[in-house]
C-alpha cells in the first residue's frame, strides 16, 4: 500500500494520490469494493481498492464508511453494517467518476458484486468504461477447474493469496496477467 515519505499518511490524503493517478493513468485499472455485507440492496460500501500496476505501492485502500473510523473526511462510519444514510463520503462521487469514466478498462473478481454495490451508491447503471472478470474469465479457459472463487483462481496461476482484502486489486492484476497469457498459449495450440 502506498504511503506519503515522512509523515503518517491520511484518508484524505490516500484520496488526493488515487485522484491525482486516475486522472493521468491511462492504462488497466484493477477494482474492488469493500463492503458491510453481501446484500447491495441492504448493505453499504466501507472502501474502495484501486490498484494502478502490479507492484505493492500501486494498490490504494481508500476507506470512507469504516465504523471505527479512519475514513475520508475523518467521520465515523455506520454503527452497524445496514445503518448508511445514503450520503457519500467528500471525495467519493469524484473517485467514482474517474473510476468509472468513459474509455477505462477495469478489471476484477466478481465485479457484478460491486458493480450492483456501486450502483446503489452513484445511482448510475450505465458504466462507460470496459470490464474484464477474471470470475467470467477463468470458466472459459478451463470449464473444467472445478472452483472458480478468487482463492481458488489465485492459487491455479500461482499467485500467493492474501487474506487481506486491500490486496484482491492487485491479485486481479496479476491474475489478468497469467489469464490472458494463458489465453494466447491455448490459442497457439
Given at each position: 500500500m502506498q504511503r506519503l515519505k515522512g509523515s503518517r499518511q491520511t484518508a484524505d490524503d490516500r484520496l488526493q494520490v488515487?485522484?491525482?493517478?486516475?486522472d493521468s493513468h491511462a492504462g488497466l485499472l484493477t477494482y474492488d469494493?469493500?463492503?458491510?455485507?453481501l446484500d447491495w440492496r441492504v448493505h453499504h460500501v466501507v472502501g474502495h481498492v484501486v490498484t494502478f500496476g502490479p507492484r505493492p505501492d500501486?494498490?490504494?485502500y481508500v476507506p470512507v464508511r469504516?465504523?471505527?473510523?479512519g475514513n475520508v473526511g475523518g467521520h465515523t462510519g455506520p454503527t452497524s453494517p445496514t445503518a448508511w444514510d445514503g450520503k457519500l463520503a467528500?471525495?467519493?462521487k469524484e473517485l467514482t467518476d474517474q473510476i468509472f469514466r468513459q474509455g477505462r478498462r477495469i478489471v476484477g473478481h466478481n465485479l457484478a458484486f460491486d458493480l450492483k454495490f456501486d450502483y446503489r451508491l452513484c445511482g448510475m447503471q450505465a458504466f462507460e468504461p470496459q470490464f474484464e472478470d477474471t470470475?467470467?474469465?477463468?470458466p472459459l479457459i478451463d470449464e473444467f477447474a472445478g472452483k472458480f472463487s478468487l482463492d481458488a483462481c489465485a492459487a491455479r496461476h500461482g499467485v500467493q493469496p492474501s487474506r487481506l482484502g486491500v490486496r484482491r486489486g492487485l491479485r486481479?492484476?496479476?491474475m489478468r496477467e497469467v489469464s490472458v497469457s494463458a489465453r494466447g498459449a491455448s490459442a497457439g495450440a
Open positions: 488515487v485522484l491525482n493517478r486516475l469494493s469493500e463492503t458491510s455485507g500501486d494498490s490504494y469504516h465504523a471505527g473510523g467528500p471525495g467519493e470470475y467470467i474469465n477463468e486481479d492484476a496479476r
